[in-house]
């Protein structure tokens, strides 16, 4: 059947949400998007501008999403591999997008992408479009959670428990250490709207001697993909060094197992010092990806 592409519709989130758990439930591909990710973008008080999306589809299936994540300056595609014949008219779409953007004069940087680097025909069909690969920029991980978890003893007069998502003070202190930890201005509004999404994400903090809020990590779980995510990760500056984040993990890891999940993830920075907690965690990687950049011209 031949593909047509389409403006982003209201209705597509839910359909790019059975998109994304089609090619769990087959095996892959594993896409940049997890069903986390897409939620927090597109839930609603998250959602970009609605020209910065576009749809594919074949006898009115959804095959494909171009997305942002965090700029303009984006455009990550979403497509199984069946259909990576795909992928050039859709950085073809991203490309014009952003020709017109440079050309009205918007200040917007190259335009980025990621890909898997194990996704040879992709990167393949990157260079051939004048895409430049910079080499890896995230790396996901993943293990089993049939298998027992390793021992992560809190520290002395500290707790660990779930975030109470009607408590503004709770949700508060997660966001001040979400912060402090990734330099952003989240509010306890925000982290409120992440235990409202189609797959909750509780928020599993750890609690000091003093009842200050040290160290916390998402925990998002999609029971029909049998699939949890962590995301985020962060311990406070204050607070580092302790086994603060460990503990927090460990305890999400059972929250997985609760509901349902049979398989655990975590993406990270490639070169970031917290690859060593996921590894100690029985994390292996998966997947790494490279950032490709381009530009008019």
Known sequence: ???????????????????????ERRGGPLTWWGLDRLDALCFPGYWEAA?????????????????PENGADEAFLELHPEDGELAGPMLAWAEGRHRSAVARGEPIGPLGTTAPAADLAGAAILAARGWRDEGPVEVLR??????????????????????????????????????????????????????????????VVVVAPDGTVASWC??????????????????????RRRGLAAAAMTFGLERMRERGARTARVGTGAAMEANRLYVALGFAEVQVYHRWRWSPG
């Open 142 to 203: 993943s293990r089993s959670l049939d298998v027992p978890d390793p021992p992560a003893p809190l520290p002395a007069g500290h707790a660990v428990r779930l975030a109470d998502p009607a408590d503004p003070a709770d949700l508060d202190a997660v966001a001040a250490v979400t912060n402090a930890v990734f330099a952003v201005s989240f509010s306890g509004a925000t982290i409120a709207l992440e235990h409202r999404f189609p797959s909750p994400r509780e928020s």
């Open 218 to 239: 998402g925990v998002t779980v999609e029971p029909s993909v049998g699939i949890g995510w962590f995301e985020p990760v962060g311990t406070h500056p204050d607070h």
């Open 51 to 67: 020209e910065a999306f576009h749809a594919w589809e074949r006898d009115g299936r959804l095959v494909g999403v171009v997305h």
């Open 1 to 23: 059947m031949p593909v047509t592409d389409r403006p982003f519709l209201d209705d597509d989130y839910l359909r790019t949400r059975e998109l994304l758990a089609g090619f």
